[in-house]
């Protein structure tokens, strides 16, 4: 089974900055394309940023869009989100994942929490 490990959540105040990392293993990482999704406490999972497996297509939710940044390393099988000018709003666990369909065994996601 495919194996996600995410890393790189923090706590920060609003307006800095993260990058998130994915290491994606047991998988044909080139041949997927990937996504980060992110759930915050008492709402469901949303996917916020997609990229297709050649990377060079990206997709954006628009809460994040013109602030969060996808990109990938196929060689590395890794995913990655730099995420800058945070809100409180994007205070969340953020996991990656296959899209459009995720794999059914989630990692066990990144904390970001954005303080005010």
């Known amino acids: 089974q495919v194996q996600l490990v995410e890393s790189g959540g923090g706590l920060v105040q609003a307006g800095g900055s993260l990058r998130l990392s994915c290491a994606a293993s047991?998988?044909?990482?080139?041949?997927?394309?990937m996504g980060w999704y992110r759930q915050a406490p008492g709402k469901q999972r949303e996917l916020v940023a997609d990229i297709t497996r050649g990377g060079d297509s990206t997709n954006y939710a628009d809460s994040v869009k013109g602030r969060f940044t996808i990109a990938r390393d196929n060689a590395k099988e890794m995913v990655y989100l730099q995420m800058n000018n945070l809100k409180p709003e994007d205070t969340a666990v953020y996991y990656c994942?296959?899209?459009?369909?995720?794999?059914?065994?989630w990692g066990q996601g990144t904390q970001v929490t954005v303080s005010s």
């Open positions: 994942n296959t899209v459009p369909q995720p794999k059914p065994n």
């Open positions: 047991r998988i044909l990482f080139r041949f997927v394309d």
